[in-house]
């Protein structure tokens, strides 16, 4: 049988094992403050824990590796905080887009609404669930923080890598700023979506776990720049396929409704591909329906041809397949060790297409 590259060195299993160690930690902490905080550590918890296939971790592990750094508990402790990162940027992700559902399961602003329904408390529950997901999704990023800096790395490797931990969460912050400022004007430009797609996804994705490992392990500029290379086109292509995905996905395997995008009203490089190739016609219709929370499944499938029907979807593919080549030959060119180079490899290979 063959192994998921994400499973390689154990880390999926290590990386759950870090972060559940830390987040029991957290939870008597919290719990000391006042015992109303269970339900804030649990959820955080069952957030974490309950999915997510570690990719940030990984490449942020096989970038230390390959870049010639040795495996220890610490490490995989370090690079573990990453998912912690994730965690804050899907909870209030998920709340900007108003999901009910993240794999499969309430989101977090839905969980502390029916809380507040089943309690009978005072004041809008939806108000209630709304400001507990703010306030989660920033805790799971003071912890990322903290995680980080508790993981048993030296002081040497943690002050190569804050600055590069510290621009991982600018860049994502931002880019989510831009994702909801472009649905806000309606902009719909393949430059636009790209650079929304860099910024809230593709760079904290790939490109800044990889300079992460980098950082811990101690490499050098060459090192840097090839990683820089390999992983600034990969995490777009893994951002685009998540679009494709978004749009024409598989409920079980996306965890999200079918067609949730085209609700949200999500401007992709797809949907700014299409724009950019259909009629006036066309143009309005695709306009009107993007956005529509209420769009039932008829119109998602009627959007769906639209935007097959343009082009955009093959252009899209292509554009992937693009990018993707273009990762590989710089990872294949980069001055590291083999068995990390095959280990990203395959790590990129599983990203596109969602084998992992």
């Given at each position: 049988m063959?192994?998921s590259?994400?499973?390689r060195a154990?880390?999926?299993?290590r990386?759950?094992?870090?972060?559940?160690g830390f987040?029991?930690?957290?939870?008597?902490?919290?719990?000391?403050?006042?015992?109303?905080?269970?339900?804030?550590?649990?959820?955080?918890?069952?957030?974490?824990?309950g999915?997510?296939?570690?990719?940030?971790?990984?490449?942020?592990y096989w970038?230390?590796?390959?870049?010639?750094?040795?495996?220890?508990?610490e490490v995989?402790?370090?690079?573990?905080?990453?998912?912690?990162v994730?965690?804050?940027?899907?909870?209030?992700?998920?709340?900007?887009?108003?999901?009910?559902?993240r794999r499969?399961?309430?989101?977090?602003?839905?969980?502390?609404?029916?809380l507040?329904?089943?309690?009978?408390?005072?004041?809008g529950?939806?108000?209630?669930g709304?400001?507990?997901?703010v306030?989660l999704?920033?805790l799971a990023?003071?912890?990322?923080?903290?995680?980080?800096?508790?993981?048993?790395m030296g002081?040497?490797?943690l002050?190569?890598?804050?600055?590069?931990?510290?621009?991982m969460?600018?860049?994502?912050?931002?880019?989510q700023?831009l994702?909801v400022?472009?649905q806000?004007?309606?902009?719909?430009?393949?430059?636009?979506a790209?650079?929304?797609?860099?910024?809230?996804?593709?760079?904290?994705?790939v490109?800044?776990?990889?300079?992460?490992?980098?950082?811990?392990?101690?490499?050098?500029?060459?090192?840097?720049?090839?990683?820089?290379?390999?992983g600034?086109?990969?995490?777009?292509?893994?951002?685009?396929?998540?679009d494709?995905?978004?749009?024409?996905?598989?409920p079980?395997q996306?965890g999200?409704?079918a067609?949730?995008d085209?609700?949200?009203g999500k401007?992709?490089y797809?949907?700014?591909?299409?724009?950019?190739?259909?009629?006036?016609?066309g143009?309005?219709?695709?306009?009107?329906?993007l956005?529509?929370?209420g769009?039932?499944d008829?119109g998602?499938?009627r959007?769906?041809?639209?935007?097959?029907?343009?082009?955009?979807l093959?252009?899209?593919e292509?554009?992937i397949?693009?990018?993707?080549?273009?990762?590989l030959a710089a990872?294949?060119?980069?001055?590291?060790?083999?068995e990390?180079?095959?280990?990203?490899?395959?790590?990129?290979?599983?990203?596109?297409r969602?084998?992992?």
């Amino acid at each position: 049988m063959t192994i998921s590259p994400l499973d390689r060195a154990g880390l999926r299993p290590r990386v759950d094992k870090a972060l559940s160690g830390f987040l029991a930690t957290q939870r008597a902490r919290l719990l000391e403050i006042d015992p109303a905080l269970a339900e804030v550590a649990d959820t955080v918890s069952a957030f974490v824990l309950g999915g997510g296939k570690r990719l940030r971790p990984a490449f942020a592990y096989w970038g230390f590796r390959a870049a010639g750094g040795v495996d220890s508990s610490e490490v995989v402790a370090a690079v573990a905080a990453l998912e912690l990162v994730q965690a804050s940027a899907l909870i209030h992700d998920d709340l900007m887009d108003r999901s009910d559902t993240r794999r499969g399961e309430p989101s977090v602003h839905r969980r502390f609404e029916v809380l507040h329904v089943d309690e009978g408390w005072r004041g809008g529950a939806a108000g209630f669930g709304d400001s507990a997901a703010v306030l989660l999704g920033d805790l799971a990023m003071v912890w990322s923080d903290e995680m980080l800096h508790s993981s048993g790395m030296g002081l040497a490797e943690l002050a190569r890598a804050r600055p590069v931990f510290d621009q991982m969460r600018t860049e994502v912050t931002v880019g989510q700023y831009l994702d909801v400022l472009t649905q806000a004007t309606g902009e719909m430009s393949r430059e636009r979506a790209g650079k929304v797609a860099r910024f809230k996804s593709a760079k904290y994705t790939v490109e800044r776990p990889l300079l992460l490992g980098a950082a811990l392990a101690g490499a050098g500029p060459e090192v840097f720049a090839s990683y820089a290379a390999f992983g600034l086109p990969l995490g777009e292509a893994f951002q685009m396929r998540d679009d494709v995905l978004g749009v024409f996905g598989d409920p079980a395997q996306t965890g999200k409704p079918a067609g949730d995008d085209l609700r949200e009203g999500k401007r992709t490089y797809l949907v700014a591909a299409a724009f950019e190739a259909l009629g006036a016609a066309g143009r309005a219709e695709l306009d009107r329906a993007l956005g529509d929370p209420g769009l039932d499944d008829a119109g998602v499938e009627r959007l769906r041809a639209v935007i097959r029907e343009s082009g955009a979807l093959a252009a899209t593919e292509a554009r992937i397949d693009a990018l993707s080549g273009e990762a590989l030959a710089a990872l294949k060119a980069a001055p590291v060790e083999d068995e990390g180079r095959e280990a990203l490899l395959a790590l990129a290979d599983a990203a596109v297409r969602r084998s992992v």
